[in-house]
């Protein structure tokens, strides 16, 4: 028999990332709210629902909604 020592090791330090700070979480925010709006107005506003009163804007969106797949009549 042998009668080495068994060192105790410590766990490995485990690298967490830097927290991010809200400065650089402002573009993705208003990029994200932005891309939101955008998805609203091309897929969901149909003008009977209209966040925007009337069939205006259904009008602006009318053969982008067609190009991308939404029905929309």
Do not use: K, N, Q
């Amino acid at each position: 028999m042998s009668s080495e020592a068994v060192s105790a090791t410590s766990a490995p330090e485990v690298a967490y990332p830097a927290p991010v700070s809200l400065g650089a979480l402002w573009p993705w925010a208003i990029f994200a709210l932005a891309l939101l709006l955008l998805v609203y107005f091309v897929a969901v506003d149909e003008g009977a629902a209209s966040v925007v009163p009337g069939m205006s804007l259904h009008e602006w969106v009318h053969d982008g909604r067609h190009l991308l797949g939404f029905p929309c009549h």
